[in-house]
Nanobody
Framework: QVQLVESGGGLVQAGGALRLSCVAS????????MGWFRQAPGKEREFVAA????????SYADSVKGRFTISRNNAKNTVYLQMNNLKPEDTAVYYC?????????WGQGTQVTVSS
């Protein structure tokens, strides 16, 4: 069974930066596209960014384009999300999962809080 462990969240002021990490185990990570998703209080989980198996293709939600960068290191079974110029509306729990078809399992996520 796949396991996903997200980390790197925290409290940051608007305009600040954070780097999230997600370590995957339990299956062949390097063959899967991966994505970052987020869920704010009272809202549904939404797509943030995705990267294909090789790292050569990425995509982003319009709300984060130009501010966030997704990357991966297949040797470390890890996918990253560099978040710059953070805004209060980025406040949410951030999750990683396979993209475009998520695993049934979701990790605990990591909380990102951006103060104004």
């Amino acid at each position: 069974q796949v396991q996903l462990v997200e980390s790197g969240g925290g409290l940051v002021q608007a305009g600040g930066a954070l780097r999230l990490s997600c370590v995957a185990s339990g299956r062949t990570f390097s063959s899967d596209g991966m994505g970052w998703f987020r869920q704010a209080p009272g809202k549904e989980r939404e797509f943030v960014a995705a990267i294909n198996w090789s790292g050569g293709t990425t995509s982003y939600a319009d709300s984060v384009k130009g501010r966030f960068t997704i990357s991966r290191n297949n040797a470390k079974n890890t996918v990253y999300l560099q978040m710059n110029n953070l805004k209060p509306e980025d406040t949410a729990v951030y999750y990683c999962n396979r993209h475009p078809v998520p695993y049934d399992y979701w990790g605990q996520g990591t909380q990102v809080t951006v103060s104004s």
